[in-house]
């Protein structure tokens, strides 16, 4: 929501300030020129980005307008859920952890928590390390290790379309200089013309400099930047459950265990922990 209002706010600034000054909204207008810089932009995206990523790039972007999936209640889901399993193995044992992991999908608790189970890297990342814990014979350590490990690749991978689309947006400026020579061109061409339509083409040749310059700094590298920290955040939720599950490992008892998960959250979306206690031990509604 907050990347289509931002969107509004630089169209208004920038256009409005235009108009304000007395510059003829039609010669902005340009299709010609949004073809050249937008057809090229598309296809250097293509060019450069595998077709695996394409998706996830187009999914991320959908994302950051319909607004970031990581908020408070997430995280209070989140903990109440790792609450309820470690309460399963206290109760009955690591043992009764199969029945919940192998099927996360028919799982009564998984299937408490929608949002959270639609994360299948997220719950593929929860079950992975349950596994190794009712496996046994792993040290708490080197389950640490091994989750560190899969933060890691799953944050360098977060991080792809942003690093992708910056690079869109640093080669939007060269674009629009291209499509600004093209427009030279066509001037050359009519250069014993009337001085009307020579002003009038060049004109449109520096429309072309401008849309380039504006659609990099107005649009698309704040787009990167939001998908960067996006990529960030959820990054923190990972690291939540690993210090849960860790502690769990450990053989702390569940309440602490969440309340180690908890301590892991950034501060932004952090629940006290009054808060997180009568959360997690009341009945969801």
């Known amino acids: 929501m907050f990347v289509i209002v931002g969107s509004i ?26 073809l050249i810089i937008g057809g090229a932009a598309l296809g250097a995206l293509i060019i450069s980005t595998p077709k695996t990523l394409l998706g996830k790039i187009i999914k991320a972007i959908l994302g950051a307008l319909k607004g970031g999936k990581v908020n408070k209640q997430i995280y209070l889901d989140l903990l109440k859920l790792m609450y309820e399993i470690f309460q399963v193995t206290r109760k009955d044992g690591l043992i009764a952890l199969e029945s919940h992991i192998e099927h996360p999908d028919k799982s009564k608790i998984f299937a408490n928590y929608p949002k ?22 792993i040290a708490p350590h080197d389950i640490e290790t091994l989750m560190d490990m899969d933060i890691e690749t799953h944050h360098h991978e977060g991080t792809k379309p942003g690093m992708i689309l910056q690079k869109i947006g640093d080669s939007m400026p060269g674009l629009g200089i291209v499509a600004a020579v093209l427009g030279i061109v066509i001037t050359m061409q009519a250069i014993n013309g009337p001085p009307e339509e020579i002003g009038h083409k060049v004109a449109v040749a520096l429309v072309g400099t401008f849309l380039g310059i504006f659609l990099s700094y107005g649009f698309i590298q704040p787009l990167a930047t939001n998908l960067d920290l996006a990529a960030e955040e959820d990054s923190k939720v990972y690291e939540a459950i690993k210090a849960g599950v860790i502690s769990l490992a450990k053989g702390f008892n569940p309440i602490v265990s969440v309340e180690f998960a908890r301590r892991s959250i950034p501060s932004d979306f952090r629940p006290t922990f009054q808060e997180m206690e009568t959360f997690v031990k009341g009945v969801k509604k």
């Open 116 to 137: 959270i189970l639609k994360e299948h890297h997220l719950i593929s990342f929860m079950t992975d390390t349950f596994r190794l814990i009712v496996l046994g014979g």
């Open 9 to 34: 706010i630089v169209l208004g600034a920038v256009i409005g300030g235009f108009i304000l000054e007395g510059g003829p909204m039609p010669v902005l207008i340009q299709p010609v020129e949004l």
